[in-house]
Each structure stands twice: as C-alpha cells, then as structure tokens.
C-alpha cells in the first residue's frame, strides 16, 4: 500500500471513529479488582459480571492515552481479546499474557492495551506480575513493523509516545515483574522483559536480543541503556553493534536472562520466583529498584518530545524505508516458504 493511501485510510478511519474510550477497553480480557471484586477460585477468568465491573470502573489513564484510544480505536474492532490478564487474590499476582497472532508485535492498540492494563493492575494494588504469552514458542516479536513502515505521521507519533509510556510504567513498576519467556524474544519484546525484575527462559530453539542492526535501524538510547543496564557495557556495546539475537544458555551466561529451564518448568520457576520476592518489604524493595532505574527513567521522561521527533525523522528516511521494506519482504518470503 502506497505512503497516501495509507495515510488516506488513517484519516478515515479517524473521521469515522465514534467509539468511546469504554469500547475500547472492552478489547482485553480484564479481571482485576483485588479487594472490589470477589474472587473465589484461584486465577479464575474473567467472567460476564467482571468485565462489566471492569467496564464501568473508573481508569487512571493519561489523557494521551484516552486520546488514543479514541482516535484509533476503530482499527482494532477487529482485534479482540489481545491479552488474557488474572489476578490471583490470595497473592495479590496478576499474570498477563500477550495473545496477539501470530507474534505479538506491539501496535499501537497492542501498546495502548498493555497500557490500561499495568494502570488498572497498579491501582488495584497487585502486588505481583507475570508477563508471558499465550502464543507457542512466541514471548513478543518486538515493534509491529508495518507501524514504521510508509507511516501515517500522527499515527507513528502515538505509536512511539505509546511505547515509551509502556515503557516508563513496566521499567518503573511498583509490582514485582516476572517475564516469563516461553518463546522468541527480539527487539521490543527483549525490551519488554529486560524491564522485568526478573526473566526466566525456556531452553530449547529460542532467541533473544536487540537486533535492530539487522534491520537497518538504531536502538534508541532508553533500550541501550535497558540492556546495559541488564548487561553491562561491554557486552552491550557488542550486541547492540551486531544485533546479537542469544540463545537461552548465552543470554543466561552474559545475564540478559536469569534463569533458563525446560518449558514445562517455566510456570512453576517462575510461581517460586515470585514467591520468594513476595517476602521482601514492598516498599524497600521497590525503592532499591527506582534507586537504580531512575536515572534512567529521567533520562527519556526529560527527553521525551524530542525522541518522537528524532524517531521520526529517523524512521522515515528513504533509507530506512528501504532497509525496513526489505527486512519485511524477507520475514513474508520466509514465512511462505514454511
Ligand atoms: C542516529 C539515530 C539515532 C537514534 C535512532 C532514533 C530512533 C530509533 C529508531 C528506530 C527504532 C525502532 C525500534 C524497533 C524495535 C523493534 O522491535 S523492530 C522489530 C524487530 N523484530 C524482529 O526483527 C522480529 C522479526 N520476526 C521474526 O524474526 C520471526 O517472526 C519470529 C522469530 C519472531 C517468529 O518466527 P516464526 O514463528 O517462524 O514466524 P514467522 O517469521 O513466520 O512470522 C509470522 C508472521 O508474522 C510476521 N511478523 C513477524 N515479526 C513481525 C513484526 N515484528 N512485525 C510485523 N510482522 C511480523 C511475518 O512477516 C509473518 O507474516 P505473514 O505470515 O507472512 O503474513
């Protein structure tokens, strides 16, 4: 689809959309509620009566993100149930997992999901999470790459403003994050679980890192500084140059995960995981975490226009078009030849 019939299409669909940020939110599978809403099983799922006390809850949201949710909310009608989020009441751990097919590429309405979830999460006072996916042998593709691919500029602005807002809210959390990594893991979806407290891997056939080299484009700063943060320098100097994608025993090795174990035993390391931080005093433990992230958090919440801008300007150069146009030709070719 050409770069003008593209834009052409976002504009209608944004002349169209009459949905309220309500409908909108019906799109995820929501259950939280933690001391409002009864729960008698154990991670029981979301029944008719939650998702209704769902709906008419009031939600912290940025006034970006109801925007958002307005503007393109047309778009993902078609989308439903993008995540499948429990809450656990006796713990207070709310598990999250992402169900997009077929790789859980972040999109805006994927972003601005995730969004609404960690706010709704947090305010219902969990204590704990678990990010993991419903998908086999997928944890996250990273960026949905047609968003950056011949753009609609408004739209690519809220794409990244949605992206680093998931961003600053998982890699700041007061929750306990646990990712649970049952699949493939580059780029973004790297990004997502390196903002977790902790990361356990499935061995096996499965890939992690930032390779934004491999597809013509530069990590911007707030992920290198994630990973060096999760890595070191040098090791992070390394990857990011090659795009290094690990494999679940070289990521456990150089730290960019912390634990690697056959599939199967993913959920129970994890539930264990989570069990023995669920005894530290929340507070102190969540105040050592912002000692050390901060800075980091600071470096892109003062600097956050500017990164839209310069992603922007980055993303849609000719030459990152090309680059980008290929990388996806690629990936469709390989996937037909399957
Ligand atoms: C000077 C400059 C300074 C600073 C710069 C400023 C700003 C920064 C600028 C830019 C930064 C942008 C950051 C981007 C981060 C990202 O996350 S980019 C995304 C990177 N992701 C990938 O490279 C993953 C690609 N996918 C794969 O490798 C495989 O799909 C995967 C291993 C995940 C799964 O393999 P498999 O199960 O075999 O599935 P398929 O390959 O067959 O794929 C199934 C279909 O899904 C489509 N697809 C896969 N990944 C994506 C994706 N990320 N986005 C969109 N679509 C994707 C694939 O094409 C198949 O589609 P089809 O069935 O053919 O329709």
Redesign the pocket.
């Known amino acids: 689809m050409s770069m003008a019939s593209k834009s052409m299409l976002n504009a209608q669909a944004l002349a169209r959309s009459r949905l309220s940020y309500r409908c909108y939110n019906h799109l995820s599978k929501i259950h939280v509620g933690l001391g409002s809403t009864p729960y008698s099983t154990k991670n029981s799922k979301v029944t008719a009566s939650h998702q209704a006390h769902s709906l008419l809850s009031p939600c912290k949201l940025l006034s970006q993100q109801k925007a958002t949710a307005r503007k393109f909310s047309q778009r993902s009608l078609g989308q439903d149930n993008l995540l499948d989020v429990s809450v656990d009441s006796s713990s207070g751990v709310a598990t999250l997992k992402m169900q997009k097919p077929?790789?859980n590429?972040f999109s805006l309405e994927f972003l601005t999901s995730l969004c609404i979830n960690l706010d709704k999460l947090h305010s219902d006072g969990c204590r704990g999470l678990v990010i993991g996916s419903s998908l086999p042998?997928?944890f996250s593709?990273?960026?949905?790459?047609?968003e950056?691919y011949q753009p609609d500029e408004a739209r690519l602005r809220e794409f990244w403003r949605t992206l680093q807002e998931f961003w600053i809210k998982l890699y700041g959390s007061q929750m306990i994050t646990i990712a649970a990594i049952t699949g493939?893991s580059?780029?973004?979806g790297c990004l997502v679980s390196m903002c977790c407290d902790h990361r356990v891997m499935a061995d096996g056939k499965l890939?992690i890192g930032l390779?934004?080299t491999?597809?013509g484009?530069?990590?911007?700063r707030w992920f290198s500084d994630t990973l060096i943060n999760t890595v070191g320098h040098r090791e992070a100097e390394r990857a990011l140059q090659l795009g290094k994608l690990y494999s679940p025993q070289e990521a456990v090795a150089v730290g960019l995960v912390d634990q690697v174990v056959p599939l199967e035993s993913v959920a129970a390391t994890v539930e264990s995981t989570m069990a023995q931080w669920l005894k530290i005093p929340s507070h102190a433990r969540h105040l050592s975490k912002l000692q050390l992230r901060q800075p980091t958090l600071d470096r892109l919440l003062h600097t956050r226009q500017e990164d839209i801008d310069?992603?922007v300007s980055?993303?849609t150069k000719e030459s990152i078009q090309k680059s980008l146009g290929m990388y996806?030709a690629a990936?469709?070719q390989?996937?037909?030849a399957?």
Do not use: D, Q, Y
């Open positions: 077929p790789v590429s042998k997928i593709a990273g960026l949905e790459i047609t950056m493939h580059p780029a973004g890939t390779n934004e491999l597809l484009i530069v990590a911007p310069n992603f980055f993303i996806l990936l469709k390989r996937s037909k399957k």
